[in-house]
């Protein structure tokens, strides 16, 4: 890549969103795709020259600064975007609530007085208040997605391994991606132009809307009228709905194996580090991460095997021109303060719905088109391997029919 030009500053903004803020820019860009177009990146991936932090004050002690930027944070850059900030992340992207025992909650500026969602925390509230256009983030088990939801963003989750996570810190390799949220279809787009690359199956059309109706029954009962109208809205504009299943437990199956899965690669990842280090985490992350060592161990054959089944499965239904329709998020965004038990109870539904797409390895994108006491919540359709502009366009489809 050409030189970039950069300054840095810890100069704080109203929001919160930002653990530090940054003036970077390809001064000789030649695609201008991105020109005159803003953007913040998770404390996850690498800027070059500076040290990658994790949303962990002791990770970004006990660190060197990144030689190199990730190849999709230079992607941006070369096609003429302007990097402003490096966001406030969940630590080590370990969570969905997106608040940060360290730096603080980013403020939800879609909903004053609840959670921004994480993993991606800063990235959404940065989008959300418009201090950026778009941003960066990572997703393993929703932290794109739900933040969009809670933050009445789109939010894209690609097909898995379509982008290089080369420069960006890994939770859960087998499920990790790296995702972008933006407030406007034509935006979301138009990075996707930029960072997606070819794809055969991105030709194909929707001509058919699968309805999980195990899925909508884990919404809560005041957000089902608001999702089952933006149902309505999605069949109107894109295609006639069917019905399908994916799972008789209401995706218990899926959550079980999914929780077998993760945690092994987690503690891999991370492991060391916290046995040499012993790092300060916020409680629930600490209890994540001794779940994640006791899990190291464990058999996880049955569970890729259930992941295989699935897969297949999804595929034969969605054949090349279907989608599935589901609520993103059980619920709107909760409140900041929220006690222990309805926090376990509340990430236990939302993740039931957020592992689908990480088990199949499917793209599935957030559209914010429901609205429930005053909160936005989304609504998801999940694609075919690589149709991940299919759901770009369906997007954009809607966003001109409202």
Known sequence: MQAIA???????????AFRLRVDMRNEAAKDRRLSGMTFAVKDVFDIAGLVTGGGNPDWLATHEPAQQTAPVVEM????????????IADELAFSLLGENAHYGTPINTAAPGRVPGGSSSG???????????FALGTDTAGSIRIPA?????????PTHGRISVEGVMPLSRSFDTVGWVARDAKVLSRIGDVILGAGAEDAQSIRRILFLEEAFDLAEADARPALEAAVRQVSKSIAPIERASLSKEGFADWLAAFNVLRPPEIWVTYGSWIEQVHPHFGPQVAQRFAAAKRAVNADT?????????????????????????????????PKIVLNDSAATAQRENTIRLSCISPMLGLPEISIPLAVVD???IGLSLIAPKNADRMLLRAALDLSEAE
């Open 123 to 133: 990235s959404a509230s940065a989008t959300a208040g418009g201090l950026v256009d």
């Open 374 to 376: 005053g909160c936005p």
């Open 6 to 16: 950069g300054r840095y500053t810890t100069m704080s903004d109203d929001l919160g």
């Open 76 to 87: 941006c850059l070369d096609a003429g975007a302007h990097l402003t900030g490096i966001t």
């Open 149 to 157: 939801s809670y933050c009445g963003l789109y939010g894209l989750r």
């Open 301 to 333: 054959r049955r569970a890729w095997v259930f992941r295989a089944d699935m897969q297949d499965k999804a595929a034969a239904l969605l054949g090349g021109d279907a989608v599935f329709i589901l609520p993103t998020a059980p619920t709107i965004a």
